[in-house]
Nanobody, 114 residues
Framework: QVQLVESGGGLVQPGGSLRLSCAASGIIFGLNNMGWYRQAPGKEREYVASITTISTTNYADSVKGRFTISRDNAKNTVYLQMNSLKPEDTAVYYC????????WGQGTQVTVSS
């Protein structure tokens, strides 16, 4: 059974930082491209960042230079370091694993507010 479990969300002030984690089980983690997506209230889910099996990274323009995605294959975990957070980053953040199939986590809430 595939499980992706996100953690690390919370309430943070504008300009602050958070680090999200996504622990995977039930997949061969090192063979999966991993990604982060987010969904704000009333909006479609949108792409945030991704990292390939050889650690090539890509980012949405809205987060480039502020967010960093990384992976630790020994821990079956992907991370999203989020700096200089803005109120418009408020959303539920979802982890995704992609190889032959696509799997999603349950999401973690990030709220950026003063």
């Amino acid at each position: 059974q595939v499980q992706l479990v996100e953690s690390g969300g919370g309430l943070v002030q504008p300009g602050g930082s958070l680090r999200l984690s996504c622990a995977a089980s039930g997949i061969i983690f090192g063979l999966n491209n991993m990604g982060w997506y987010r969904q704000a209230p009333g909006k479609e889910r949108e792409y945030v960042a991704s990292i390939t099996t050889i650690s090539t990274t890509n980012y949405a323009d809205s987060v480039k230079g502020r967010f960093t995605i990384s992976r630790d294959n020994a821990k079956n975990t992907v991370y999203l370091q989020m700096n200089s957070l803005k109120p418009e980053d408020t959303a539920v953040y979802y982890c995704n694993a992609l190889r032959l199939n696509s799997y999603w986590g349950q999401g973690t809430q990030v709220t950026v507010s003063s």
